[in-house]
T-cell receptor
Framework: GQNIDQPTEMTATEGAIVQINCTYQ??????LFWYQQHAGEAPTFLSY????GLEEKGRFSSFLSRSKGYSYLLLKELQMKDSASYLC???????????FGQGTELSVKP | EAGVAQSPRYKIIEKRQSVAFWCNPI?????LYWYQQILGQGPKLLIQ????????DSQLPKDRFSAERLKGVDSTLKIQPAKLEDSAVYLC?????????????FGSGTQLSVL
């Protein structure tokens, strides 16, 4: 299988920093996406990593370690509107499939 | 640029009935995906098209689900007959091509309730 694991839920305080981890099966790996999904809405693209290291985009950063099968999404200066589900998705080269994890439900509290 | 269009937005049916969902991808996008998202879970890939051909349908319950993309543009997903466990949001997504770094754009989804 192509198991992608991430925590089910996390809680953080407005203005703080939160890190959401994702682990995945490395065989056939060919890129990793993070998507944000607000309740009742479609997922929207946040970031893409294919090489090891950190990709920074404003308040959001994403890190990848291909050898460890590990990624994280870092959210800084949390805002209430960041309360959403964060989906880790891995592109596997067999068939070019994008497989999603179960999502991490983040609650930002005042 | 127009996004991925899906209809209907909501659908309520009784078990054993049939239902169809429609998707129109972003213009020029060759690859189209149908995902099923059960409440509290991540999207699960049902079927992937490249133009009008099926790339992957390994997770599609073919005894009750079918999908087509006859002209390589819009697509329909059908369930016949529906079961209670089919209650979910059905998401359509598209990308320019089946390349590794092409991000997917999602439609708003169809929320299906089977009673």
């Amino acid at each position: 299988g192509q198991n992608i694991d991430q925590p089910t839920e996390m809680t953080a305080t407005e203005g703080a920093i939160v890190q959401i981890n994702c682990t995945y099966q490395t065989s056939g790996f060919n890129g990793l996406f993070w998507y944000q999904q607000h309740a009742g809405e479609a997922p929207t693209f946040l970031s893409y990593n294919v090489l090891d290291g950190l990709e920074e985009k404003g308040r959001f950063s994403s890190f990848l370690s291909r050898s460890k099968g590990y990624s994280y999404l870092l959210l800084k200066e949390l805002q209430m509107k960041d309360s959403a589900s964060y989906l880790c998705a891995v592109f596997y080269n067999q068939g070019g499939k994008l497989i999603f994890g179960q999502g991490t439900e983040l609650s930002v509290k005042p | 640029e127009a996004g991925v269009a899906q209809s209907p937005r909501y659908k309520i049916i009784e078990k054993r009935q049939s239902v169809a969902f429609w998707c129109n991808p972003i213009s020029g996008h060759a690859t189209l995906y149908w995902y099923q998202q059960i409440l509290g879970q991540g999207p699960k890939l049902l079927i992937q098209f490249q133009n009008n051909g099926v790339v992957d349908d390994s997770q599609l319950p073919k005894d009750r689900f079918s999908a087509e993309r006859l002209k390589g543009v819009d697509s329909t997903l059908k369930i016949q007959p529906a079961k209670l466990e089919d209650s979910a949001v059905y998401l359509c997504a598209s990308s320019l091509d089946r390349q590794v770094n092409e991000k997917l754009f999602f439609g708003s989804g169809t929320q299906l309730s089977v009673l």
